[in-house]
């Protein structure tokens, strides 16, 4: 069975600081997905990776897939109270029979920014 | 943007009692998913479906449960005789895009 741990679970930080967030397995995933999610919503797809070792932006967000494609690290710069919420990590499995394969949810971490 | 969308966004279900969750997915994405999340903890897959067929289910994916797009559009998760562990966060997805959820409450 795939599992993605992510770390930390919670995190509080002042206004303006950094952080990273983590998200690691000892399976290979196919693609890595981050979402956030807000209380009582769907998650909202923030970036895709798909090859080892690829690096996306989103203005602040800094988005990392391993070179063997087993971890994923999300790094946000000068955060901001709006950037406070739910962040999940889901990698899709290795593709087999053509399908595209479901996501495997890491737990989450509760970023809190604080003014 | 494309969005899926779903409803009801709440139901409130006796235990025993048969419910239908309905999702309308993205008109033009071929793979289509049920999750659900358990307040408090992660989000599970339950069962994919791509070709009007079930792809692939977990081991929450029982006899209990049922899928099924009947007219092309709409994208149906059937819970027979509700249990109060059935309570949860139902989200559908189309791809990699998720829907606003379904809050089932089994009382």
């Known amino acids: 069975t795939q599992l993605l741990e992510q770390s930390p679970q919670f995190l509080s930080i002042q206004e303006g600081e950094n952080l990273t967030v983590y998200c690691n397995s000892s399976?290979?995933?196919?693609?890595l997905q981050w979402y956030r999610q807000e209380p009582g919503e769907g998650p909202v797809l923030l970036v895709t990776?798909?090859?080892?070792?690829e690096v996306k932006k989103l203005k602040r967000l800094t988005f990392q897939f391993g070179d063997a494609r087993k971890d994923s690290s999300l790094h946000i710069t000068a955060a901001q109270p709006g950037d406070t919420g739910l962040y999940l990590c889901?990698?899709?499995?290795?593709?087999?029979?053509?399908?595209?394969?479901?996501?495997?949810f890491g737990k989450g971490t509760k970023l809190s920014v604080k003014p | 943007e494309p969005e899926v969308t779903q409803t009801p966004s709440h139901q409130v279900t006796q235990m025993g009692q048969e419910v239908i969750l309905r999702c309308v997915p993205i008109?033009?994405?071929?793979?289509f998913y049920w999750y659900r999340q358990i307040l408090g903890q992660k989000v599970e897959f339950l069962v994919s479906?791509?070709?009007?067929?079930?792809?692939?289910k977990s081991e929450i994916f029982d006899d209990q449960f049922s899928v099924e797009r009947p007219d092309g559009s709409n994208f149906t998760l059937k819970i027979r005789s509700t249990k109060l562990e059935d309570s949860a966060m139902y989200f559908c997805?189309?791809?990699?895009?998720f829907g606003s959820g379904t809050r089932l409450t089994v009382v």
């Open positions: 997805a189309s791809g990699y895009t």
């Open positions: 399976s290979v995933f196919s693609s």
């Open positions: 990776v798909v090859t080892g070792g």
């Open positions: 889901a990698g899709s499995p290795p593709f087999y029979g053509g399908s595209q394969g479901n996501l495997i």
């Open positions: 008109s033009n994405h071929l793979y």
């Open positions: 479906f791509y070709n009007n067929e079930i792809s692939e």
